[in-house]
Every structure is written in C-alpha cells, then in structure tokens.
C-alpha cells in the first residue's frame, strides 16, 4: 500500500457562506463532487462518500491560544501534541524545543528506519539551499523532519528531470518569479497526474503546499479564490490519477487561516482531514481520528515493523 500526504498549509473549516469563506465562494467543482456536492466547510464532516472520507481535527489540542504552523507540522508528523510539549503554539519556523522533538521521531524517520521508502516530492530552487547553509534561513518543520530521517531534499536537479514539482504544482513559479526559463511547465491537471506518478516506489509520499497560508495572511478575496481554483484543477488530474485500492491520499493542515479572510492571524478553527481510496482502507484509517496528534498513527498502522 501507498500512501500520499498532502499537506495544505493553513486551511480550516469556516462557515458555510459564500460571502464570508473563499472555500465557499469558489466553485472547486472536483472538490465538490468529491464530496457529494457539500463544501470544505463547518459542519459538512463526518461525511462518507463513494471515494471519500472527511473528519474534522482539533488544532488547538487543549493549548491556550491561536495553532501556529511549526508546532502545528510537528503534532502531525510526530504523533505528540507538540504545542503542549514545549508550552505553547509556536511558529512559523521550529524554535529549538521544537526542533528537539521532530528529532525523537517523525513519520519519515519511523518509515525510513524500518525499511519502508518516504520521500518528499517538493523540489527547492537553489537559492533556498544556499540560504539554509549560510544559517540566513531554518528549515521549516516538514524539511526539517524529511532531513532528520536522512532523505535527500529535492533540488532544482530534480524538478528539471521531471522527479519532482514546484511548491505551486505547476513549476509557473519557477519560470516567472526565478527567471528559469528553461523549467518544466505543467498545466494544473497535469500538474496532479505527475504527482500520482511520483508517488511509484515509495510507501509514503508527502507533499507541501504552503501557497494556501500566505494566501490567508495576504487578505485578497481574489488571489484566495484564484488559487483554490488552481488546486481544485490540479486535484482532478490527481484523481483521474489515482487509484483507490492502491492506498490512501489524505489532504490536512496544521490550522485555520484561508477560511478566513477577515483576519490575517490563524483561527482556532477545525481543520478538515480528507482521505481519498478505497473504503475499506479510509474507514480503518479514521476510526480514531480527532486530533492533528493521531495522523502519524492512523497512517503507521499500515506499516508493520514502523514505530515512533
């Protein structure tokens, strides 16, 4: 069985209201279908339906105050309330004490260690390596894990080789903001069936899309709504893709902030925990899922010999 974690920084469940959530403003037609014609908003999860399963997750864990991403990224790869571990939500980037519990153990680690293959598929433009050994810049929270376990990190190598995809799926970026001109370019769709292909030979494959976050802090209706489309056109080539008795793909975040444009701080929100695959497989996988702290678990029980 494979496994793809799809990581979607900085999304929770709003209020079911056009006017007030983008989740909900947008049509994201892939999206809906998906979930029998509902949105990704409060009060939709639990739902089942034909290749879905969608739970709604605590992010607060107990801990006074607004979840914060590094803490946030941690409780999901470690299986720890890892805000409650060091005191307090923190973030964005791992402080020390965050630091120290992703190296007792993550998801990759737990994997790697017991024979399995994890990866990350993100690739990193060169200006970013450079910039994390000079000390000018920290890894955030899932590299840093990915690096602990002793994974290569993606480079510009790899996303030109076709081994890996740009932050905004498509490698646009890449060509516009970069000046690569030269970088593979996909359309959205494209973008999501290259992702599936990625996935071959690993047991677990993660994948971060941090656009989502910065599109919430930014406040622009448009530009939030603009990229939900782009996701939802890159999550139909992912599900023309993939096939459900193949494993399980699972779309979650760390805390509220898209759902929210009239705040540029995070929310307390729920977030949601969408997994995608065969029905038997989702339903042994969110039995027991109530917190960002149970995703490292519920995806290690189907790795024998995988222990954090």
Known sequence: ????????????????????????????????????????????????????????????????????????????????????????????????????????????SALTEAGYRAGLLNAYPDQYFKAISSGRRLYSAIPQAVANAGILLNGQVELFAGKALSADFTGEGWRDRLGLATVP?????????????????????????WPSDYAGHRQNWDDARALLAHFDRMLGGLLSAWEDQSGLVLITSDHGNLEALDTRRHTANLVPALVIGAPELRQQFVQNLQTLADVAPAILQFYPGARL
């Open 1 to 108: 069985m494979k496994f793809l974690f799809l990581f979607m920084d900085g999304v929770g469940l709003g209020v079911d209201d056009p006017l007030l959530n983008p989740l909900v403003a947008e049509e994201m037609p892939n999206l809906k279908a998906l979930l029998d014609g509902n949105h990704l908003a409060a009060g939709i999860p639990p739902l089942e339906t034909r290749r879905a399963s969608l739970r709604a997750l605590d992010a607060v864990m107990e801990v006074l105050g607004l979840p914060q991403s590094a803490t946030g990224q941690a409780s999901l790869l470690t299986g720890k309330n890892v805000s409650d571990l060091v005191g307090k939500h923190y973030g964005p980037k791992p402080n020390r004490a965050v630091r120290d519990v992703l190296a007792e153990g993550t998801l990759f």
């Open 185 to 209: 370019v996909y359309s959205p769709g494209e973008a999501g069936a290259k992702m599936v292909e990625l996935t071959n030979g690993l047991d677990l494959a993660f994948f971060e899309f």
